[in-house]
């Protein structure tokens, strides 16, 4: 059975500091995708990783994938209050046959000024 | 692109009844899923459509519960029976491949007394 898991699940950051959040999951799969979640709402697609040593960056947020460690990572650069919410990493089951996804318990981020 | 709508946004029922949500899809895509969140949780597989077949079901889904697609345009997800153990947020999305990522709708928040 596929496993996700993410650390840290909690993070309080200052802002401008940098800082990273870990994906794990327990067989193969290449395809992993980051969401963000603000309370309350719905979840916002951030990266879609479909291959080993893929990187997207998009503002201060850059993920990245490594399919032969099961790793993915969320890396923060100089944070800002913006960027609180809570960040979760999803993984293909069936190999990504049907796009069924398994999600980690996120990572609920919060930086303070 | 109006996005995934989902309809009813909240739902308070009193156990025993019966309780149907709808989603509809982003118009182009063919891929449809539903998930459960509950508090505190990363949202969990429930169910799969691609057009109007059900591909998908996950052991999380009772007897209680049954989804339809007809046409294969907007979905239906009714829970019979409702129990305390069926309050969540009900989530729906879409996609239009395996490579792009799945567009949530704001949720169907379910309530039991």
């Known amino acids: 059975e596929l496993k996700v898991e993410q650390n840290p699940l909690f993070l309080s950051m200052q802002e401008g500091k940098n800082y990273t959040i870990y994906c794990n999951y327990s067989t193969t799969s290449d395809r992993l995708y980051w969401y963000r979640q603000d309370p309350g709402k719905s979840l916002e697609s951030l990266f879609v990783?479909?291959?080993?040593?893929a990187v997207k960056q998009e503002g201060r947020l850059m993920a990245s994938l490594d399919t032969k460690a099961r790793l993915s990572t969320l890396h923060i650069t100089a944070a800002v209050h913006d960027l609180s919410a809570t960040y979760f990493c999803a993984v293909d089951v069936n190999g990504g046959s049907q796009g069924n996804l398994i999600f980690g318990k996120g990572t609920k981020l919060s930086v303070k000024p | 692109d109006t996005g995934v709508s989902q309809d009813p946004r909240h739902k308070i029922t009193k156990r025993g009844q019966n309780v149907t949500f709808r989603c509809d899809p982003i118009s182009e895509h063919n891929r449809l899923y539903w998930y459960r969140q509950t508090l505190g949780q990363g949202p969990e597989f429930l169910t799969y459509?691609?057009?109007?077949?059900?591909?998908?079901k996950s052991r999380l889904l009772s007897d209680r519960f049954s989804a339809e697609r007809p046409k294969g345009s907007f979905s239906t997800l009714e829970i019979q029976r409702t129990e305390q153990g069926d309050s969540a947020m009900y989530l729906c999305?879409?996609?239009?491949?395996?490579?792009?990522?799945?567009?949530f709708g704001d949720g169907t928040r379910l309530s039991i007394l």
């Open positions: 990783l479909l291959s080993n040593g």
């Open positions: 999305a879409s996609s239009l491949s395996l490579s792009q990522p799945q567009h």
């Open positions: 459509f691609q057009n109007e077949a059900q591909l998908e």
